[in-house]
């Protein structure tokens, strides 16, 4: 039997209303169209099996499929709804109110039963940030972060605390994904010149640091980021300052960390200096992407030794996406960027296409691993609102613009449990399409009338790097070599280099003076004066002419020349006059 299509929830202006996914595009019938504009949430469980969302009236779950009503709670001012799971609780969240008289206010957090419509439990949870529960996949445990504890729940028995991991300070934790045991990562900042630290747990063993699987600890963070692996055997930790103190960046500093179950941590280093816009595991759990760097920014590929595997070179990119079944990377360049992709096979590290969808602030790909939506959503941009869906071979298959005057908030596709889509292999040819090319025209630069029929030179900023395999070649047997060793060698061979320059100096030197024997200065290879500083003037002279020399090679090799060096080349007779002045000296 053929998979199902996935829906596309689409949520506006226009109010909420599902789309069916590829290949046909159309409304679905099934689901009845929400049009009150007042739709503040959408949720679809994990297995995609039910949807909720609040209208400003009441928040109702529906059964996908048949599109039945399940369940309608009385909550008008929901703005956070969350599916536990196994579908068994819906956790909703609404603004922390406090009372007049300044006593607390009513509980915001709701846990209810998807099959009774009971509430199970309320908290006051005063911060939208992290304000869900977090459930372990088979929902045996359940974890809230409560001032310096982080609480735990087990079997959705909220009656009572099974289990506390206390720390000072603990800011955030996250769960590890899949089966039993669950593990926690934990993050406690730092303070009076203390580290922070991130710790990694086997529930329930929360005996102090010494029952903890791994340790990190790092200065310069005020916040982290921590991802787990699929396969929940290692952690990424993006930890960032909100203030760069060496003022080389607007956005803080940031470092990425690698910390593994079994004790194992290390710094990833990335070569570019700058900003890490996006790190993202390939769901197979053996190896992670990292966007970073000035702009251009640079892409490559780690494995579990935080050693490069493969480098995408640099480009206009912010962000990374791995399909579902982790065969496919996007690299992609939203926000201030003109939304350019780059559709990777990262099989065989061969670009499969590159289209562009300008203004889009949201993607995702579909559950089934060929299709991708980008949108354009309000409130990030007010005008243009729409989404379109692509295949990964760049065609364009479906785009829907919001009507003038309307806008879009969201648009998030049905999801499916993993195993449902078969992965298919990776085409090249780009799939056949109705619409048109989505490819925006290149605007052209303002010639001034006195050089619009005269040829264009164009002039780069800076020279964006190729892609690069960093894998050791199969034949070569040799292992990488650790950064110490990678450091002696680089000092090694600038220390050939030079010495090889220096010999092939001192050869053209003598063959000079051979040739021109007449010339007075030329009685011996090489000059000296006895003045240390006018020897020292006479050699960098030296090292300036023979920069000319390169530059004039290059100009006549056809390479288009920089203003500042067209500069040097004429100042070549000045250095020439001043060099021989010296040599004679006057």
């Given at each position: 039997?053929?998979?199902?299509?996935p829906?596309?929830?689409v949520?506006?202006?226009?109010?909420?209303?599902?789309?069916?996914?590829?290949?046909?595009?159309?409304e679905s019938?099934a689901?009845?169209?929400?049009?009150g504009?007042?739709?503040?949430?959408?949720a679809?469980?994990?297995?995609?099996?039910?949807?909720?969302?609040?209208?400003?009236?009441?928040v109702?779950?529906?059964?996908?499929?048949?599109?039945?009503?399940?369940?309608?709670f009385?909550?008008?001012?929901?703005?956070?709804?969350?599916?536990?799971?196994?579908?068994?609780?819906?956790?909703?969240?609404?603004?922390?109110?406090?009372?007049?008289?300044?006593?607390?206010?009513?509980?915001?957090?709701?846990?209810?039963?998807v099959?009774?419509?009971?509430c199970?439990?309320?908290?006051?949870?005063?911060?939208?940030?992290?304000?869900c529960?977090?459930?372990?996949?088979?929902?045996?445990?359940?974890?809230?972060?409560?001032?310096?504890?982080?609480?735990?729940?087990?079997?959705?028995?909220?009656?009572?605390?099974?289990?506390?991991?206390?720390?000072?300070?603990v800011?955030?934790f996250?769960?590890s994904?899949?089966?039993?045991?669950?593990?926690?990562?934990?993050?406690?900042?730092?303070?009076?010149?203390?580290?922070?630290?991130?710790?990694?747990?086997?529930?329930p063993?929360?005996?102090?640091?010494?029952?903890?699987l791994?340790n990190?600890?790092?200065f310069?963070?005020d916040?982290?980021?921590?991802?787990?692996?699929?396969?929940?055997?290692?952690?990424?930790?993006?930890?960032?300052?909100?203030?760069?103190?060496t003022g080389?960046s607007?956005y803080?500093?940031?470092?990425?960390?690698?910390?593994?179950?079994?004790?194992?941590?290390?710094?990833?280093?990335?070569?570019?200096?700058?900003?890490?816009?996006?790190?993202?595991?390939?769901?197979?759990?053996?190896?992670?992407?990292?966007?970073?760097?000035f702009?251009?920014?640079?892409?490559?590929?780690?494995?579990?030794?935080?050693?490069?595997?493969f480098?995408?070179?640099?480009?206009?990119?912010?962000?990374?996406?791995y399909?579902?079944?982790?065969?496919?990377?996007?690299?992609?360049g939203?926000g201030?960027?003109?939304?350019?992709?780059e559709?990777?096979?990262v099989?065989?590290?061969?670009?499969?296409?590159?289209?562009?969808?300008?203004?889009?602030?949201?993607?995702a790909?579909?559950?089934?691993?060929?299709?991708?939506?980008?949108?354009?959503?309000?409130?990030?941009?007010?005008?243009?609102?729409?989404?379109?869906i692509?295949?990964?071979?760049?065609?364009?298959l479906?785009?829907?613009?919001?009507?003038?005057?309307e806008?879009?908030?969201?648009?998030?596709?049905?999801?499916?449990?993993?195993?449902?889509?078969p992965?298919?292999?990776?085409?090249?040819?780009?799939?056949?399409?109705?619409?048109?090319?989505?490819?925006?025209k290149?605007?052209?630069?303002?010639?001034?009338?006195?050089?619009?029929?005269?040829?264009?030179?164009?002039?780069?900023?800076?020279?964006?790097?190729?892609?690069?395999?960093?894998?050791?070649?199969?034949?070569?047997?040799?292992?990488?070599?650790?950064?110490?060793?990678?450091?002696?060698q680089?000092?090694?061979?600038?220390?050939?280099?030079?010495?090889?320059?220096?010999?092939?100096?001192?050869?053209?030197?003598s063959?000079?003076?051979?040739?021109s024997?007449?010339?007075p200065r030329?009685?011996?290879?090489?000059?000296?004066s006895?003045?240390?500083?006018?020897?020292?003037?006479?050699?960098?002279?030296?090292?300036?002419?023979?920069?000319?020399?390169?530059?004039?090679?290059?100009?006549?090799?056809?390479?288009q020349?920089?203003?500042?060096?067209?500069?040097?080349?004429q100042?070549?007779?000045?250095?020439?006059?001043e060099l021989?002045?010296?040599?004679?000296g006057l």
């Amino acid at each position: 039997m053929a998979p199902p299509a996935p829906l596309l929830a689409v949520r506006g202006s226009e109010g909420l209303y599902m789309v069916n996914g590829p290949p046909s595009f159309t409304e679905s019938t099934a689901f009845q169209r929400d049009s009150g504009k007042n739709c503040k949430a959408v949720a679809f469980s994990k297995d995609g099996s039910l949807f909720a969302w609040c209208n400003g009236e009441k928040v109702n779950i529906v059964n996908v499929t048949n599109a039945q009503l399940l369940r309608s709670f009385d909550l008008p001012k929901a703005v956070c709804l969350e599916f536990s799971p196994k579908n068994n609780i819906l956790a909703t969240w609404q603004a922390y109110t406090a009372a007049k008289d300044g006593t607390a206010g009513v509980p915001n957090l709701q846990l209810h039963d998807v099959k009774t419509g009971k509430c199970l439990k309320s908290f006051i949870q005063k911060k939208m940030q992290n304000w869900c529960p977090c459930w372990a996949d088979d929902e045996s445990i359940c974890a809230r972060n409560v001032n310096n504890e982080v609480h735990f729940f087990e079997n959705n028995n909220f009656a009572t605390i099974a289990n506390k991991l206390h720390l000072q300070k603990v800011n955030d934790f996250v769960l590890s994904p899949g089966a039993q045991p669950t593990k926690v990562a934990v993050y406690v900042p730092g303070s009076k010149g203390a580290p922070s630290f991130v710790r990694l747990y086997q529930y329930p063993n929360f005996g102090g640091p010494q029952s903890a699987l791994a340790n990190k600890s790092f200065f310069k963070a005020d916040k982290v980021t921590m991802l787990w692996n699929k396969k929940a055997t290692a952690v990424l930790v993006i930890a960032s300052t909100e203030v760069d103190k060496t003022g080389a960046s607007y956005y803080g500093e940031q470092t990425l960390h690698y910390i593994a179950t079994n004790g194992e941590s290390a710094v990833v280093q990335l070569p570019k200096n700058g900003p890490i816009y996006d790190v993202v595991w390939n769901p197979n759990s053996v190896e992670f992407c990292a966007v970073y760097g000035f702009m251009p920014a640079k892409a490559t590929i780690f494995n579990l030794k935080c050693d490069p595997v493969f480098d995408f070179g640099t480009g206009p990119r912010n962000a990374a996406y791995y399909s579902p079944h982790g065969h496919i990377l996007v690299l992609a360049g939203f926000g201030n960027l003109r939304g350019q992709m780059e559709v990777w096979d990262v099989k065989n590290y061969k670009l499969i296409s590159k289209p562009v969808a300008s203004d889009s602030t949201y993607f995702a790909w579909c559950p089934d691993g060929e299709h991708i939506v980008t949108a354009t959503c309000a409130p990030r941009l007010r005008v243009s609102n729409g989404y379109k869906i692509w295949h990964y071979t760049g065609s364009l298959l479906h785009n829907y613009e919001v009507p003038p005057n309307e806008e879009m908030w969201q648009v998030s596709w049905q999801p499916f449990l993993d195993g449902v889509f078969p992965a298919k292999a990776v085409k090249y040819q780009a799939v056949p399409s109705e619409l048109p090319s989505a490819e925006p025209k290149p605007a052209q630069a303002y010639r001034p009338p006195a050089l619009r029929n005269k040829p264009v030179t164009s002039s780069k900023l800076h020279e964006d790097e190729p892609p690069q395999n960093m894998k050791p070649q199969s034949g070569s047997g040799d292992k990488p070599l650790s950064k110490t060793a990678l450091k002696n060698q680089r000092k090694h061979e600038a220390k050939k280099a030079a010495k090889q320059e220096a010999k092939a100096e001192a050869n053209q030197e003598s063959t000079q003076s051979s040739a021109s024997q007449n010339a007075p200065r030329s009685a011996v290879p090489t000059f000296t004066s006895g003045d240390p500083e006018v020897d020292k003037k006479i050699k960098n002279l030296k090292k300036k002419l023979k920069a000319i020399e390169q530059l004039k090679e290059q100009a006549a090799a056809g390479k288009q020349l920089e203003k500042n060096q067209l500069e040097k080349i004429q100042k070549e007779t000045a250095l020439l006059q001043e060099l021989e002045d010296l040599e004679l000296g006057l």
